[in-house]
T-cell receptor
Framework: QKEVEQNSGPLSVPEGAIASLNCTYS??????FFWYRQYSGKSPELIMF????GDKEDGRFTAQLNKASQYVSLLIRDSQPSDSATYLC??????????FGQGTELSVKP | DTGVSQDPRHKITKRGQNVTFRCDPI?????LYWYRQTLGQGPEFLTY????????KSRLLSDRFSAERPKGSFSTLEIQRTEQGDSAMYLC????????????FGAGTRLSVL
């Protein structure tokens, strides 16, 4: 079992729709959770972080965390073609390294 | 530009050659991380420093790889006797608060070993 798992996609949504990206993790001691966006050929760009159970909203982005289910998700409302990218889920255990999933490719169709 | 800076952006080398990459973290960030990313995969952790101390190394970091952060500022990652399997994007990240551990990435160094 991989430590952090994501569906590789591609996930295709029409412009203006809600994109839902999911991530599960295996280490119950994980304490902080991150979503990075990565455009092709570029480096990861931090878009959201969450530490506590529940929802955290920032503009069109909402991160959701359920530690009991070991599940973290990212919702993108009003998806735009510019949101087309790979979204990486990352989990931190004890203040050091991040463990990344393989990423979910999102395609927003005009 | 006050972000994480990596140099060079691209490196093409022949198998068996040594290469060295440099990373300058965000000013005042005391933690510096190295990751490696291959096509279609998420970044994989290699090693990290807190100030000048190397706190953890991945088993991925074979004896051909070495990293330093001599004065707790910039860091170098050296790969000796490069192999074709070393071809990847090498990413550097830095963070300030270990409790929150929000890591910001540089643009990366893309290595191609011929």
């Amino acid at each position: 079992q991989k430590e952090v798992e994501q569906n590789s996609g591609p996930l295709s949504v029409p412009e203006g729709a809600i994109a839902s990206l999911n991530c599960t993790y295996s280490d119950r001691g994980s304490q902080s959770f991150f979503w990075y966006r990565q455009y092709s050929g570029k480096s990861p760009e931090l878009i959201m972080f969450i530490y506590s159970n529940g929802d955290k909203e920032d503009g069109r982005f909402t991160a959701q965390l359920n530690k009991a289910s070991q599940y973290v998700s990212l919702l993108i409302r009003d998806s735009q073609p510019s949101d087309s990218a790979t979204y990486l889920c990352a989990v931190n255990h004890q203040g050091g390294k991040l463990i990344f999933g393989q990423g979910t490719e999102l395609s927003v169709k005009p | 530009d006050t972000g994480v800076s990596q140099d060079p952006r691209h490196k093409i080398t022949k198998r068996g050659q040594n290469v060295t990459f440099r990373c300058d973290p965000i000013s005042e960030h005391n933690r510096l991380y190295w990751y490696r990313q291959t096509l279609g995969q998420g970044p994989e952790f290699l090693t990290y420093f807190q100030n000048e101390a190397q706190l953890e190394k991945s088993r991925l970091l074979s004896d051909r790889f070495s990293a330093e952060r001599p004065k707790g500022s910039f860091s170098t990652l050296e790969i000796q006797r490069t192999e074709q399997g070393d071809s990847a994007m090498y990413l550097c990240a830095s963070s300030f608060d270990p409790a929150k551990n929000i890591q910001y990435f540089g643009a990366g160094t893309r290595l191609s070993v011929l």
